[in-house]
Protein backbone atom coordinates (compact mmCIF):
# COMPACT_ATOMS: atom_id res chain seq x y z
CA UNK A 1 0.00 0.00 0.00
CA UNK A 2 1.64 3.22 -1.23
CA UNK A 3 2.39 5.63 2.03
CA UNK A 4 0.44 8.82 2.66
CA UNK A 5 1.65 12.00 1.51
CA UNK A 6 2.83 14.18 4.16
CA UNK A 7 4.02 17.99 4.18
CA UNK A 8 7.66 19.03 5.39
CA UNK A 9 8.26 19.34 8.93
CA UNK A 10 6.79 23.03 10.31
CA UNK A 11 6.22 23.85 14.12
CA UNK A 12 2.48 22.94 14.80
CA UNK A 13 2.43 25.40 18.22
CA UNK A 14 2.02 29.44 17.51
CA UNK A 15 5.18 30.52 19.43
CA UNK A 16 2.87 31.89 22.17
CA UNK A 17 1.62 28.19 22.82
CA UNK A 18 5.22 26.86 22.59
CA UNK A 19 6.23 29.75 25.52
CA UNK A 20 3.38 28.21 27.89
CA UNK A 21 4.59 24.29 27.44
CA UNK A 22 8.32 25.68 27.63
CA UNK A 23 6.89 27.30 31.47
CA UNK A 24 5.59 23.98 32.23
CA UNK A 25 8.59 22.15 31.32
CA UNK A 26 10.63 24.69 33.66
CA UNK A 27 8.09 24.50 36.54
CA UNK A 28 8.67 21.26 36.98
CA UNK A 29 12.09 20.63 36.02
CA UNK A 30 14.24 24.38 35.74
CA UNK A 31 17.05 24.38 33.85
CA UNK A 32 18.28 20.81 34.69
CA UNK A 33 18.81 18.50 31.38
CA UNK A 34 16.21 15.79 30.77
CA UNK A 35 14.74 13.34 28.21
CA UNK A 36 12.14 13.56 26.24
CA UNK A 37 10.21 11.73 27.95
CA UNK A 38 10.31 14.02 30.81
CA UNK A 39 9.16 16.59 28.83
CA UNK A 40 6.27 14.99 27.36
CA UNK A 41 5.07 14.01 30.80
CA UNK A 42 5.80 17.91 32.04
CA UNK A 43 3.45 19.18 29.06
CA UNK A 44 1.13 17.05 30.20
CA UNK A 45 0.85 14.34 27.56
CA UNK A 46 0.98 10.34 28.49
CA UNK A 47 3.02 8.77 25.91
CA UNK A 48 5.44 9.75 23.31
CA UNK A 49 2.58 9.93 20.68
CA UNK A 50 2.43 11.89 17.18
CA UNK A 51 1.30 15.11 19.19
CA UNK A 52 3.68 15.31 22.07
CA UNK A 53 6.64 14.73 19.40
CA UNK A 54 5.14 17.44 17.05
CA UNK A 55 4.71 19.68 19.87
CA UNK A 56 8.30 18.91 21.04
CA UNK A 57 9.76 19.57 18.16
CA UNK A 58 8.07 22.92 17.55
CA UNK A 59 9.81 24.28 20.78
CA UNK A 60 13.13 23.30 19.83
CA UNK A 61 12.76 25.24 16.49
CA UNK A 62 11.73 28.14 18.20
CA UNK A 63 14.98 27.87 19.94
CA UNK A 64 13.48 27.66 23.11
CA UNK A 65 14.89 24.13 24.21
CA UNK A 66 18.26 23.19 23.79
CA UNK A 67 19.75 19.58 22.52
CA UNK A 68 22.75 17.73 23.15
CA UNK A 69 24.11 14.58 23.02
CA UNK A 70 19.89 12.56 23.38
CA UNK A 71 19.20 15.50 26.60
CA UNK A 72 17.34 18.95 26.29
CA UNK A 73 17.27 22.34 28.33
CA UNK A 74 15.37 24.83 28.47
CA UNK A 75 17.12 27.59 26.34
CA UNK A 76 18.80 31.07 27.21
CA UNK A 77 15.96 32.45 24.83
CA UNK A 78 13.55 30.68 26.66
CA UNK A 79 14.55 32.13 30.43
CA UNK A 80 14.34 35.63 28.53
CA UNK A 81 11.09 35.53 27.28
CA UNK A 82 9.96 33.89 30.47
CA UNK A 83 11.32 36.36 33.10
CA UNK A 84 11.50 39.42 30.84
CA UNK A 85 8.45 41.78 31.12
CA UNK A 86 6.68 41.54 27.88
CA UNK A 87 6.91 45.21 27.19
CA UNK A 88 10.43 45.47 27.51
CA UNK A 89 12.90 46.06 24.41
CA UNK A 90 14.93 43.05 25.15
CA UNK A 91 11.43 40.77 25.46
CA UNK A 92 10.18 42.12 21.95
CA UNK A 93 13.82 41.38 20.33
CA UNK A 94 14.16 37.89 21.44
CA UNK A 95 10.25 37.28 20.50
CA UNK A 96 11.14 38.31 17.04
CA UNK A 97 14.35 36.31 16.74
CA UNK A 98 12.18 33.45 18.03
CA UNK A 99 9.24 33.54 15.65
CA UNK A 100 11.51 33.76 12.68
CA UNK A 101 14.19 30.84 14.13
CA UNK A 102 11.77 28.33 11.97
CA UNK A 103 13.60 28.12 8.68
CA UNK A 104 10.32 28.35 6.39
CA UNK A 105 8.51 31.13 8.63
CA UNK A 106 11.91 33.28 8.07
CA UNK A 107 11.71 32.38 4.20
CA UNK A 108 7.96 33.46 4.11
CA UNK A 109 8.90 36.63 5.99
CA UNK A 110 12.17 37.66 3.86
CA UNK A 111 10.63 36.59 0.77
CA UNK A 112 6.80 36.75 0.76
CA UNK A 113 5.73 38.90 3.39
CA UNK A 114 3.79 41.47 1.33
CA UNK A 115 1.69 38.80 -0.28
CA UNK A 116 -2.01 37.54 1.00
CA UNK A 117 -2.76 33.66 2.06
CA UNK A 118 -3.94 32.47 -1.64
CA UNK A 119 -0.20 33.07 -3.06
CA UNK A 120 1.70 31.66 0.28
CA UNK A 121 -1.04 28.83 -0.05
CA UNK A 122 0.58 28.20 -3.76
CA UNK A 123 3.95 28.35 -2.82
CA UNK A 124 3.98 25.95 -0.24
CA UNK A 125 1.98 23.36 -2.54
CA UNK A 126 3.67 23.58 -5.41
CA UNK A 127 7.35 25.25 -4.48
CA UNK A 128 7.40 23.35 -1.12
CA UNK A 129 5.78 20.55 -1.48
CA UNK A 130 2.94 20.51 1.17
CA UNK A 131 -0.10 19.12 1.05
CA UNK A 132 -3.06 21.45 0.85
CA UNK A 133 -4.75 21.02 4.46
CA UNK A 134 -0.89 21.12 6.38
CA UNK A 135 -0.58 25.03 3.84
CA UNK A 136 -3.68 25.73 5.65
CA UNK A 137 -2.14 24.64 9.06
CA UNK A 138 1.46 26.39 8.48
CA UNK A 139 -0.55 29.69 7.71
CA UNK A 140 -2.49 30.06 10.41
CA UNK A 141 0.38 29.22 12.93
CA UNK A 142 2.86 31.59 10.96
CA UNK A 143 0.11 34.45 11.12
CA UNK A 144 -0.56 34.37 14.87
CA UNK A 145 3.37 34.02 15.49
CA UNK A 146 4.11 37.04 13.48
CA UNK A 147 1.14 38.82 14.99
CA UNK A 148 2.41 37.68 19.18
CA UNK A 149 5.88 38.73 18.12
CA UNK A 150 4.80 42.06 16.61
CA UNK A 151 6.25 40.95 13.38
CA UNK A 152 2.69 41.57 11.28
CA UNK A 153 1.67 44.73 9.35
CA UNK A 154 3.76 47.58 10.33
CA UNK A 155 6.04 45.42 12.33
CA UNK A 156 4.74 45.77 16.09
CA UNK A 157 1.65 44.62 17.66
CA UNK A 158 -0.66 46.52 19.66
CA UNK A 159 0.72 47.18 23.17
CA UNK A 160 5.03 47.23 22.40
CA UNK A 161 5.58 50.74 21.92
CA UNK A 162 6.18 50.82 24.93
CA UNK A 163 8.90 48.64 24.68
CA UNK A 164 11.61 51.55 25.06
CA UNK A 165 10.94 52.82 28.45
CA UNK A 166 11.38 56.93 28.11
CA UNK A 167 9.64 57.93 31.31
CA UNK A 168 13.37 57.50 32.85
CA UNK A 169 15.01 60.33 30.62
CA UNK A 170 14.14 63.53 29.89
CA UNK A 171 11.77 64.64 27.65
CA UNK A 172 13.61 65.02 24.06
CA UNK A 173 12.78 68.66 22.91
CA UNK A 174 12.30 68.02 18.91
CA UNK A 175 10.68 65.26 16.47
CA UNK A 176 12.66 62.72 14.84
CA UNK A 177 13.72 63.74 11.04
CA UNK A 178 11.80 62.34 8.05
CA UNK A 179 13.53 59.43 6.18
CA UNK A 180 15.70 60.55 3.30
CA UNK A 181 15.88 58.36 0.43
CA UNK A 182 18.42 59.14 -2.23
CA UNK A 183 19.34 57.18 -5.45
CA UNK A 184 23.10 57.21 -6.72
CA UNK A 185 22.37 57.07 -10.73
CA UNK A 186 26.19 56.41 -11.55
CA UNK A 187 26.16 53.53 -9.13
CA UNK A 188 22.98 52.06 -8.44
CA UNK A 189 23.18 52.93 -4.80
CA UNK A 190 20.03 52.98 -2.84
CA UNK A 191 20.62 54.75 0.40
CA UNK A 192 17.94 55.47 3.57
CA UNK A 193 19.01 58.20 6.49
CA UNK A 194 17.16 58.62 9.39
CA UNK A 195 19.05 61.70 10.87
CA UNK A 196 19.29 62.98 14.72
CA UNK A 197 16.56 60.56 16.12
CA UNK A 198 16.62 61.95 19.51
CA UNK A 199 16.68 59.80 22.22
CA UNK A 200 16.84 62.35 25.65
CA UNK A 201 17.51 65.99 25.92
CA UNK A 202 21.32 66.40 24.64
CA UNK A 203 21.62 63.39 23.26
CA UNK A 204 20.55 62.13 19.44
CA UNK A 205 21.50 58.93 17.14
CA UNK A 206 21.96 59.05 13.54
CA UNK A 207 20.93 56.10 11.59
CA UNK A 208 22.02 54.93 8.01
CA UNK A 209 20.46 51.78 6.62
CA UNK A 210 21.89 51.45 2.66
CA UNK A 211 20.96 49.29 0.06
CA UNK A 212 22.84 48.84 -3.06
CA UNK A 213 21.97 47.39 -6.42
CA UNK A 214 18.45 47.29 -7.93
CA UNK A 215 17.35 44.18 -6.46
CA UNK A 216 17.89 45.28 -2.52
CA UNK A 217 14.85 45.81 -0.97
CA UNK A 218 14.79 47.27 2.81
CA UNK A 219 12.86 44.83 4.84
CA UNK A 220 11.09 44.85 8.58
CA UNK A 221 13.76 41.89 9.23
CA UNK A 222 16.91 43.91 8.44
CA UNK A 223 15.96 46.42 11.54
CA UNK A 224 15.42 43.15 13.49
CA UNK A 225 19.04 42.26 12.99
CA UNK A 226 19.89 45.78 13.41
CA UNK A 227 18.34 45.62 16.59
CA UNK A 228 20.29 42.96 17.71
CA UNK A 229 23.31 44.39 17.10
CA UNK A 230 22.62 47.51 18.99
CA UNK A 231 21.63 45.35 21.75
CA UNK A 232 25.35 43.78 21.59
CA UNK A 233 26.77 47.60 21.94
CA UNK A 234 23.85 48.62 24.73
CA UNK A 235 26.03 45.73 26.94
CA UNK A 236 29.49 47.17 25.59
CA UNK A 237 28.34 50.46 27.37
CA UNK A 238 28.80 50.28 31.39
CA UNK A 239 28.47 53.25 33.36
CA UNK A 240 30.17 53.51 37.21
CA UNK A 241 27.74 55.26 39.48
CA UNK A 242 30.11 59.00 38.39
CA UNK A 243 28.43 58.01 34.97
CA UNK A 244 31.94 57.53 33.30
CA UNK A 245 32.53 54.66 30.88
CA UNK A 246 34.47 52.12 32.08
CA UNK A 247 36.46 51.95 29.02
CA UNK A 248 37.20 55.35 29.63
CA UNK A 249 38.73 54.83 33.20
CA UNK A 250 42.45 54.29 33.53
CA UNK A 251 44.02 51.43 34.58
CA UNK A 252 45.53 50.56 37.84
CA UNK A 253 48.89 51.10 38.79
Known amino acids: ?6 SPNYPSLTLQEAIERTRRIYD ?7 TSEDAFTAMGYKSASGTAKSH ?6 YGLLDASKGTLRVSERAMRLMMTPSDSFEYVTEARAAALEPGIFRDLYETKQDEGDGPLRRY ?19 RDTLSFAGLDKAGYAPGMSSAIDTKQEPAATEPPHSVDTFVDRE ?4 GEY ?3 VPLAKGISATVSIEAYGGS ?12 EYLKL ?17 PDDA
Request: charged residues 35%.
Open 1 to 6: MAGVER
Open 187 to 190: TGHV
Open 124 to 142: LVIERKFREDGANRLLKVY
Open 28 to 34: KFGRRTL
Open 56 to 61: LGALRA
Open 216 to 227: ATIRPVHIDRLA
Open 233 to 249: AKHAIVDDEDGESVDDQ
Open 194 to 196: LVK
